[in-house]
């Protein structure tokens, strides 16, 4: 799940999630070896490509707070891949990315 960091206090962050809420999370819980996404629309549709031309996804749509790594991106696309190793595609403006 991303979170935007705030504050660092001896073994703790304080962050902020997609809602606006503020949180305290131990600091062997955080990494910074990638980014993050989550879902912030309702619904987001999965593509099996960067654009609207490509199928959906045969495991989307993913529902708000569903959270992904991101692998790649092609503007305004991102390549985002879930726990269980699915790979899709989603657009910017159904994520937010940390």
């Known amino acids: 799940m991303p979170f935007q960091s ?5 073994d703790w962050y304080r962050v902020k999630d997609v809602d ?3 949180h305290w999370i131990f600091k062997g819980l ?3 070896s990638y980014k993050c996404a989550v ?7 999965l593509r099996t490509g960067p654009g609207l ?3 959906q996804a ?3 749509p993913a529902q708000k707070y569903y959270a992904f790594k991101v692998i ?3 503007d305004p696309w991102y ?3 879930d726990a269980a190793g699915g790979k899709a595609w989603v657009h910017s403006s159904l994520i937010w990315i940390q």
Do not use: M, R
């Open 6 to 10: 705030l504050k660092k206090q001896k």
């Open 20 to 22: 606006g809420d503020i």
């Open 30 to 32: 955080v990494t910074s």
């Open 39 to 45: 879902v912030k629309a309702e619904k987001a549709n």
């Open 53 to 55: 031309k490509y199928k």
């Open 58 to 60: 045969p495991w989307g």
């Open 72 to 74: 790649g991106s092609k």
């Open 79 to 81: 390549h985002v891949q």
